[in-house]
């Protein structure tokens, strides 16, 4: 699926303060690299059903081995073996016995210290994966999974591994079993090690995929088979709210365009993003936060959120409203399927100009049945000519006041707000008595 670097930024799938992103909600990863990985499948969403579905059934298979999933394996394991190959270490006795392996424990303490405590890190680490191998069994396994797990039964397959695979960890190692195991893992496995480590740190992403659809209820979107765009949910919320009020979403090709409005701070850009957000993780394979979620395959996802002007260029910020919308128009007339997302069109103009603008705008997006629409607008006037369009659906967020004081209850409904709380806002913030006493 096609997605921008503006689109990433305005939905916080990756975000300069980490725990402002996705990225940083669905981070179970027990190993650096395994977030490196999972920063990797979560910036590569699919546009092939195939991929979809094989990742899907990944994290589901996962999912139903969470409580037996093994803990050997922690990033100061991965850390150990790092460490273990970068070392200048004193050549090992190749052909170990009691004597010359005494002599090099006598000789070389320290070096003989770091392979000791490499050999029993590394004996850990390929134990835990031939228990998450084992975790399998025979079951029919997805070829994602399958190729992962085969290539590392393959290599656990190797004789002094098998020995390592089969030392009881009740028993100490005598002082010829750590220079056995820690020449043939410097000599004869640094490349196989290596290759381990990343068939672990991608399988921690999965799990860590799986573990975040577990904690934070997500449900496992349907993907329908029809051509035209269309997006279904219920119970849809956003993942990075703590107490998140759900939204029910239906956007079919007869009903492509939601024009939503209601006041600031009413939820507009929360539940812009939502949708976003879900599409978006729906193309990872991932589960997504709604009750249910039913969909077609995306080609692209578009947002124009957080324009910004651009000073050193001398361009303004409505002169990149109309760059970014441009964009849009040229993207989406591939005849693929695209969801657009728009918040609060053309703030950087006069509100005559915003209102003739964003209608031009509306009227022409909506003739595209190629793409899903959602935009919000401050300019509630233009809403009733549009309602002569079909395909154009209106949703609102009510806002009331009691007392002076601002309730947002963040729930969706039908029609066009009429709200009007800017001054109500500057003055309970006390910018206007403010003013008053200067």
């Not at 860590?208 to 119970?235: H, L, Y």
Request: proline share 3%.
């Amino acid at each position: 699926m096609q997605i921008d670097k503006t689109t990433l930024n305005d939905l916080s799938i990756f975000h300069s303060e980490e725990e402002q992103s996705v990225l940083h909600h669905l981070d179970y990863t027990t190993t650096i690299r395994g977030k490196e990985w999972l920063r990797f499948l979560l910036a590569h969403p699919f546009s092939e059903l195939s991929k979809i579905t094989e990742t899907q059934r990944t994290i589901q298979l996962i999912i139903g081995r969470l409580d037996k999933w093994p803990a050997t394996i922690t990033n100061g394991t991965v850390m150990v073996i790092d460490k273990f190959y970068d070392s200048s270490i004193g050549d090992l006795p190749a052909q170990a016995n009691t004597l010359n392996a005494l002599s090099y424990r006598f000789l070389n303490a320290p070096d003989y210290s770091l392979v000791k405590y490499s050999v029993n890190h590394f004996i850990d680490f390929v134990k835990g994966l031939k228990y998450i191998v084992d975790l399998f069994g025979t079951e029919e396994l997805p070829p994602l999974l399958r190729n992962m797990l085969e290539r590392i039964s393959m290599l656990l397959r190797k004789p002094v591994v098998s020995d390592m695979l089969a030392w009881n960890k009740g028993q100490k190692l005598s002082a010829a079993n750590v220079i056995t195991f820690g020449n043939f893992l410097r000599r004869n496995f640094k490349q196989e090690a290596f290759e381990l480590v990343e068939l672990y740190s991608r399988l921690d992403a999965y799990y860590s995929f799986a573990v975040a659809s577990t904690r934070k209820d997500f449900v496992f979107p349907v993907f329908n088979k029809e051509n035209a765009p269309s997006v279904k949910a219920t119970g849809l919320f956003h993942l990075m709210i703590p107490e998140p009020v759900s939204y029910d979403v239906d956007l079919q090709p007869d009903r492509n365009f939601l024009f939503l409005t209601g006041a600031n701070m009413a939820g507009k850009s929360t539940f812009i993003k939502a949708v976003g957000v879900s599409v978006y993780l729906a193309h990872i394979g991932m589960g997504v936060p709604a009750t249910s979620l039913e969909l077609s395959i995306f080609d692209g996802l578009l947002s124009n959120i957080q324009v910004e002007d651009n000073i050193t260029k001398g361009e303004s910020y409505f002169f990149n409203e109309v760059q970014r919308i441009k964009k849009t128009i040229v993207k989406i007339n591939d005849g693929r399927n695209w969801l657009i997302l728009i918040d609060e069109l053309f703030k950087g103009t006069n509100v005559q100009d915003a209102m003739k603008c964003s209608t031009s705008v509306i009227e022409g997006l909506r003739k595209m049945k190629n793409a899903l629409f959602i935009l919000s607008t401050h300019l509630y006037e233009i809403g009733e000519p549009l309602r002569q369009f079909p395909n154009i659906q209106f949703k609102f967020f009510e806002t009331s006041v009691q007392e002076d004081q601002l309730i947002f209850n963040y729930h969706l409904k039908d029609g066009i707000s009429n709200d009007r709380l800017g001054y109500l806002i500057l003055k309970r913030e006390g910018v206007v008595n403010m003013l008053e006493n200067l």
